[in-house]
C-alpha cells in the first residue's frame, strides 16, 4: 500500500530532491492500478541500457521480487519486503556483502525501488492482532508499480531501435555486396570508367564502418554507399548507350570521384523493396488501410483498450498505440512480437489488433503466440482486420454503426 511519505535513509546515506521528488510520485498511483512483477521486470531488463542499470542490478532486483509472495504488484497492498542481506545475497546467485550494497543503492538511484528504514536501519515487518502486517521496514517496490508504463514503453523503444538497426545493417550488407560486384565486372570486362578511384572511395567507406554498429552511423555510411552505387550503375548503364560512349568518360570520372569519403551526400530515398522500408511504408492490412474505420469505430468495438490510454482514455491514434504497448506489457506480449507487427501491419494496425486481442483476451490462451500468429498471416496477404472489428461491434450490439 502506497501512504505517500517520505522517509529517509539510515545512517550516514545521503538522499537528494530527486529521491524526495520520486517518493511524492509514489502516492500518485493510480487506485486500483495493478502490474505482473515479472512483466514489469521483463521490461526493466530489455530497458536496462536506457535505465543506466547492469545485470548485477537486475540480479538484486530479481531477488527482491521473490521475496514479495504474490505475482500482481497492486496499488491497494503492501509493497514493501524486508530480507536480511544474507537472504538476499543468496538469492542474488551467492553476491558478495559489497557488491550487494552497491547495487541495491543503483536500484534506489535509478528510481525503481525506495528505501523505508527503521529507526535502527533493520529490516523488520510488525504484525497486529490478527497477523496482519501492520507495518514494515525494507525495501519498498511502489516505484516498479508506479513506472510499469514507463518500463513498458521503454523496453518497446529497445526492440524498435534494435529493428531499426538489423535493417539498416541488411540494407548496408546488400549496398557493399552491389557496389564490390559491380566494380569488380566493370574492371573484368574492360568499361571504361575510373574504376580505381570508385574501388579506393568504397574501401575508404568500408573502413569507416566500426567494429560495434549504430543506427546512426550505418544509416550515415549507408546513405554514402548507396550514392556510390548509384553513380557506378549510371556509369555503367551509359555505356551500354553506343551513340552517347564517347561523350561519357570525363562524366563517369566526375560522378565517381565526387563519391569520396569526404563529400557530403544527401541521403537517397529508400525504396519499399529495400530492407528495413517496410516499418516505415506498410501501413496497411490485406491492401486495407485501418483509417477506413474511423477511430471511433475502433473504440466502440474495443472500448476495453481506453482505460490504458495517457490519462484513461484515447482521443487519437498516437493514444492507442501508446495504449498499446501498456497493453502488451499487461498481458506477457514481447516488444520484438509488438515490433514484427507493426513492421508487418503498420503501426496502427497493430495497436488495433492489441485492442481486439485485449478485448477477446479470456478466449486467448497465448497472446503473445497469437499475436505472431496474425503477423505471419498477414505477411502471406491471409489476415484483415475488418471483419475483426465488425464481428466485435456486432458482439456488442453496435452493428448499425456506420463505417463510411
Known sequence: MVTGTVTTPFGRRSISLALVRRQKELAEIREGKTADKWQVFRDACAAMDLLGIQSNSLAVLNALL????????????????????????????????????????????????VRKDSANGKRYARKDGTGQIENAFGFDLSPLLARSEELAMLAQKVAEDRSALRAAKEALTICRRDIRKLITAAIEEGAPGDWQTAEATYLALV????????????????????????????????????????????????????????????????????????????????GETIKAFPLGIVLKACPSICDYGPGGGIASWRDLR???????????????????????????????????????????????????????????????????????????????????
Open 66 to 113: 521473490s521475496f514479495y509472495p504474490n505475482n500482481e504488484l497492486r496499488q491497494d497492498a503492501p509493497l514493501i519486503v524486508f530480507p536480511s542481506n544474507i537472504q538476499l545475497a543468496l538469492r542474488a546467485h551467492g553476491m558478495s556483502g559489497a557488491t550487494l550494497r552497491r547495487h541495491l543503492a543503483i536500484l534506489v538511484e535509478t528510481g525503481l525501488i
Open 207 to 286: 573502413r569507416r564502418i566500426p567494429r560495434v554498429l549504430t543506427t546512426d552511423v550505418a544509416t550515415s555510411i549507408l546513405g554514402e554507399m548507396q550514392a556510390l552505387r548509384a553513380d557506378v550503375v549510371n556509369c555503367l548503364e551509359t555505356q551500354e548507350n553506343a551513340e552517347e560512349m564517347s561523350g561519357n568518360d570525363a562524366q563517369i570520372e566526375r560522378h565517381i570521384q565526387n563519391s569520396n569519403p569526404d563529400s557530403s551526400i544527401e541521403l537517397e530515398p529508400r525504396s519499399e523493396r529495400e530492407p528495413g522500408a517496410r516499418a516505415a511504408t506498410t501501413n496497411r492490412l490485406n
Open 322 to 404: 501508446s495504449a498499446a504497448v501498456v497493453v502488451r506489457s499487461m498481458l506477457g506480449i514481447s516488444p520484438s512480437a509488438y515490433q514484427d507487427a507493426c513492421e508487418a501491419m503498420g503501426p496502427e494496425n497493430a495497436a488495433a489488433t492489441i485492442a481486439c486481442i485485449l478485448e477477446r483476451a479470456n478466449f486467448i490462451n497465448s497472446p503473445g503466440g497469437y499475436l505472431r500468429d496474425l503477423t505471419r498471416r498477414t505477411e502471406r496477404g491471409e489476415f484483415s482486420l475488418g471483419p475483426v472489428i465488425m464481428a466485435l461491434l456486432r458482439a456488442s450490439g453496435q452493428t448499425n454503426t456506420k463505417t463510411g
